[in-house]
């Protein structure tokens, strides 16, 4: 099976730099996706990382670190529009196995 | 593309009345997948068809759930009788995936539709 920890809340003024955690137990594992939710809204991609490293997109970057069984979601230049959840999850073939997200709230 | 379109958006119903959810996927796209968000259990998959053939439905709950595609273009879910404890969101995504390709070759991505938020009294 699957396990996932990422924090629950995180809250931070305009214009810092939130690091979202993601720790995971798996019985097979393909890569380290990024989904953002807004409230009440649909769960939309953000990153996926299949090596060992960073990707960067935009003011987003996530990190993987596959023998360690960790990896972090990035925001930088916080704006209010990034208030949201961000859910990680592992993919193992077909399936991807979502954390419970972090609630990230942006403060003027 | 309009993206993975989902109805309805809203349903209200009342206990043991049949619910039936419908999506339509990504033109192009061979994989669908029916997941359930409570706060409880967080997002939840259900069920996982490809190429219109259901492949994984370890996640359906019980027999009173049932899903079907049809086609490469509709889907349903299905639940009779509901029960309030199915209140949820229920979210209907699609993508790209080969069951015979390279073992973890691209990045996999779903797109999801709205959802269809379902409340059982």
């Known amino acids: 099976g699957q396990s996932l920890e990422q924090p629950s809340e995180v809250t931070a003024v305009e214009g810092a730099i939130v690091q979202i955690n993601c720790t995971y137990q798996?019985?097979?594992?393909?890569?380290l996706s990024w989904y953002q939710q807004h409230d009440g809204g649909a769960p939309t991609f953000l990153s996926y990382?299949?090596?060992?490293g960073l990707e960067e997109t935009g003011r987003f970057s996530s990190f993987l670190s596959r023998s360690d069984s960790y990896g972090y979601l990035l925001l930088q230049e916080l704006q209010m529009k990034d208030s949201a959840s961000y859910f990680c999850?592992?993919?193992?073939?077909?399936?991807?196995?979502f954390g419970a997200g972090t609630t990230v709230t942006v403060r003027a | 593309d309009a993206g993975v379109i989902q109805s309805p958006r809203h349903e209200v119903t009342e206990m043991g009345q049949e619910v039936t959810l419908r999506c339509k996927p990504i033109?192009?796209?061979?994989?669908l997948f029916w997941y359930r968000q409570t706060m409880m259990r967080g997002l939840e998959l259900l069920i996982y068809?490809?190429?219109?053939?259901?492949?994984?439905d370890s996640g359906m709950p019980e027999d009173r759930f049932s899903a079907k595609m049809p086609n490469a273009s509709f889907s349903t879910l299905k639940i009779q009788p509901s029960e309030p404890r199915d209140s949820a969101v229920y979210f209907c995504?699609?993508?790209?995936?080969?069951?015979?390709?390279?073992?973890?070759?691209?990045?996999?991505?779903?797109?999801f539709g709205a959802g269809t938020r379902l409340s059982v009294l």
């Open positions: 990382n299949a090596l060992d």
């Open positions: 995504a699609s993508s790209f995936h080969s069951l015979t390709g390279l073992a973890g070759s691209g990045k996999n991505i779903q797109y």
């Open positions: 033109s192009g796209h061979n994989s």
């Open positions: 068809f490809n190429n219109n053939v259901p492949i994984d």
């Open positions: 798996t019985s097979g594992f393909y890569g």
């Open positions: 999850a592992v993919r193992n073939d077909y399936k991807l196995s």
